[in-house]
């Protein structure tokens, strides 16, 4: 094995010009903003940023398109990329000013860099900057001047709004894009004699070292298989815990059925484009439970080239049923919506078992256990795969009565109680169940009077989740309550980015009467007695919380017990 030291813009610049490539077995992009600026803070500060493994193979191999533009052909047998290529793409798009591709999306990746970050560095222990929660809605009722101060503290955040319009901070991109003059010019530096002026010019200086940073890479010889070259990186990724389990079966899947990864990423694709932007995993999970009866990954290894390719067929029709289902059956048109996408595994695959035929008795039992299964987050504990397992034996042996079986071993009672939405927040389930009754009920936008979707056009009517009592309301008035109690999903509502700006952080009895009384009822909302002040918070959720969980139970179709 060879060893040879790139420095970073050496490397860069051979992903540009189509020299270093990767091979079909690698997944796609994955890192978030946070990760990226991570990265930049740690070769900033000098920190090792590990090893870089390559593969020079002796003919042409299939491989896959970078996140980032990159030239179509280069000259000669190009380098395969086996381990570094989410550094190395997040380092391209910085320093190129590139945006990168994340499933059917293009996005830039904008971290700024803080000119007059203190000289003793913060330890990176913060969560994400971004306001963007994990269901697809957004929370913007975060108070402006604490992000500002985190920021302050730091030499590296993600972009956003409020911090790039401060003077001392500049996008990282620029710096190596632009000179010196026009970045000190726009920070309010005026000339050589500014006191400022050493300062910053240093941290620019000590910013664009980071492409001179030299990476070990490592060189597999050609004379290595491509299926040796799959083990080896298999191996590798496995001991680091970098890859998850999808990521390793693809590679295998590849090794044994050349080609592969174009036909699924096509169809992950076309899927994308009907609103379910899925992750690849979920269709790889789903062609290995098609073909096996399970949704384990181990299986693959023992699958033929013939395995998969008749299993590839049909778990495409086991997919588009279920997604279609969903759409049609349960008015679920994005997968913001579910609380895991197992759900649509387990859907396709008792589509797949039935032949596509199902009777009225099979689509009543169905809806009820989806529905349930989603609200109460049938994989979001214990091991999920395990789970899935159990259900698709469960279809395997009788259909939907099993699988209800199975969920109330599981959760108890398909019921709600009041006591069962206690504490729960916007990343559970039950939010998202809470989302798909009021629509179902026909909710409307406070203001507009849109009806309520997760695919509205446009930053005004974009569907964010507004804390009745506002955040900062009620920091400034009932400082005795903690942050999950602000948060309780009793605390929210559905309205569109217009109307919750115009809010912002007023009270209650404030803004309530701007708005049609209908419309803030069918969000069972109602203060009645005088409760729409801080001081009768505790009333109010208690009081709507109860409600919810009535209506909850109304739309899951279950009795109380």
Not at 59 to 81: I, K, M, N, Y
Not at 350 to 379: C, I, P
Not at 542 to 547: A, C, D, F, S
Request: glycine share 6%; aromatic share 10%; charged share 25%.
């Amino acid at each position: 094995m060879g060893k040879s030291e790139y420095k970073v813009s050496e490397l860069v610049a051979k992903i540009e010009r189509g020299e270093l490539q990767l091979p079909e077995m690698q997944r796609k992009y994955v890192w978030t903003s946070t990760k990226v600026r991570d990265l930049l803070d740690s070769l900033y500060r000098g920190y090792p940023s590990g090893v870089i493994l390559t593969w020079q193979p002796a003919t042409r191999v299939e491989t896959q398109d970078f996140a980032v533009a990159t030239r179509s052909e280069a000259s000669g047998t190009p380098l395969l990329l086996l381990d570094g290529q989410q550094r190395l793409t997040s380092l391209s798009a910085v320093l190129r000013g590139e945006p990168v591709q994340v499933k059917s999306r293009k996005r830039p990746v904008e971290i700024l860099f803080n000119l007059d970050h203190p000289d003793e560095l913060t330890f990176i222990t913060e969560v994400d900057e971004s306001s963007v929660d994990d269901n697809g809605f957004e929370d913007t009722d975060d108070v402006e001047d604490d992000l500002i101060a985190r920021a302050n503290r730091r030499a590296f955040v993600v972009s956003s709004n409020q911090v790039l319009a401060l003077q001392n901070w500049v996008r990282v991109t620029d710096v190596f894009t632009k000179n010196d003059g026009e970045i000190l010019q726009n920070a309010g530096v005026s000339g050589f004699n500014d006191p400022m002026y050493e300062r910053y010019s240093a941290r620019l200086k000590q910013l664009r070292a980071i492409a001179e940073y030299e990476y070990r890479v490592d060189i597999l010889e050609p004379t290595k298989s491509y299926e040796e070259v799959t083990e080896i990186f298999v191996r590798v990724n496995s001991l680091g815990a970098k890859l998850r389990s999808s990521d390793l079966a693809l590679a295998q899947i590849t090794a044994k059925w050349n080609g592969s990864l174009a036909l699924f990423t096509a169809y992950q694709t076309a899927v994308a484009k009907e609103g379910f932007d899925l992750d690849l995993g979920i269709h790889l999970r789903a062609l290995v439970a098609v073909i096996t009866g399970q949704s384990r990954f181990l299986t693959v290894s023992s699958l033929t080239k013939q395995n998969l390719e008749d299993g590839w067929g049909r778990t495409k029709r086991a997919m588009h049923f279920a997604i279609n289902y969903v759409k049609s059956n349960f008015q679920i048109d994005s997968p913001t919506l579910l609380s895991s996408p197992f759900l649509l595994v387990a859907l396709a695959y008792w589509g797949h078992q039935r032949d596509f035929r199902v009777s009225e008795e099979d689509a009543a039992t169905m809806r009820k256990w989806f529905l349930v299964a989603n609200a109460k987050g049938r994989y979001s504990h214990g091991s999920s795969e395990s789970l899935l397992d159990q259900d698709l034996a469960a279809i395997r042996a009788g259909g939907g009565g099993q699988l209800i079986q199975r969920l109330m071993q599981q959760v108890g009672r398909l019921d709600f109680t009041p006591a069962d939405l206690l504490g729960r927040t916007s990343r559970s389930g039950v939010f998202k169940t809470m989302f798909l009754m009021f629509r179902a009920a026909g909710v409307r936008d406070w203001a507009t009077n849109l009806q309520i979707s997760p695919k509205h056009s446009g930053t005004a009517d974009k569907i964010e989740f507004h804390h009745i009592f506002p955040k900062a309301y009620l920091k400034q008035f009932r400082s005795d309550l903690d942050a999950r109690k602000v948060d309780d999903i009793v605390n929210l509502a559905f309205i569109g980015s217009k109307t919750n700006k115009e809010i912002r952080d007023r009270a209650p009895r404030d803004y309530v009467g701007e708005y049609p009384p209908e419309r803030l009822a069918a969000q069972l909302i109602c203060f009645d007695d005088n409760i729409d002040v801080a001081d009768e918070f505790d009333l109010f959720v208690e009081r709507r919380r109860k409600v919810l969980a009535r209506h909850l139970n109304m739309f899951l179709d279950v009795v109380p017990e």
